[in-house]
């Protein structure tokens, strides 16, 4: 893990495959990790066996990899969060708009050489 950061809602930080985890109850917002296409055919080799994962592969294991952080997040918040079953993206989709009054908090990860962003945004 790497120096966390604050980051306001102008731009996402994205790398090439994300998971991405809506947030309600008491407080709105997400989180997501997003990582290069080499860390997350890394994961499924390591966890699974799939030496050439497909890009479907590839999603799956963005969006399982964003429910484990967004119920991490859950418990340490508390019950009133409720999360959503997770969107899974490649690049930047044009449809996907971030409130404006969204405060994100970044924690880059380093890898086996891989970087990756597991962002966390609540108004």
């Known amino acids: 893990m790497k120096v966390p950061y604050l980051k306001e809602s102008e731009g996402l930080v994205l790398k090439d495959f994300t998971g991405m985890?809506?947030?309600s109850g008491s407080?709105?917002?997400?989180?997501?990790?997003?990582?290069?296409?080499e860390m997350f055919a890394d994961l499924i080799n390591m966890f699974i066996g799939i030496?050439?994962?497909?890009?479907?592969d590839i999603l799956d294991m963005a969006g399982e990899i964003s429910n484990v952080v967004a119920g991490n997040v859950?418990?340490?918040l508390g019950a009133n969060f409720m999360i959503s079953v997770p969107t899974v993206f490649e690049g930047m989709p044009e449809e996907?708009?971030?409130?404006?009054?969204?405060?994100m908090y970044v924690i880059p990860i380093k890898w086996n050489n891989h970087e990756a962003f597991v962002v966390l945004g609540l108004d």
């Open 27 to 37: 407080r709105q917002g997400f989180v997501y990790i997003s990582a290069n296409k």
């Open 96 to 103: 996907l708009h971030i409130p404006e009054n969204v405060s």
């Open 74 to 76: 859950r418990a340490n």
């Open 51 to 56: 030496e050439d994962p497909s890009e479907e």
């Open 21 to 23: 985890i809506g947030i």
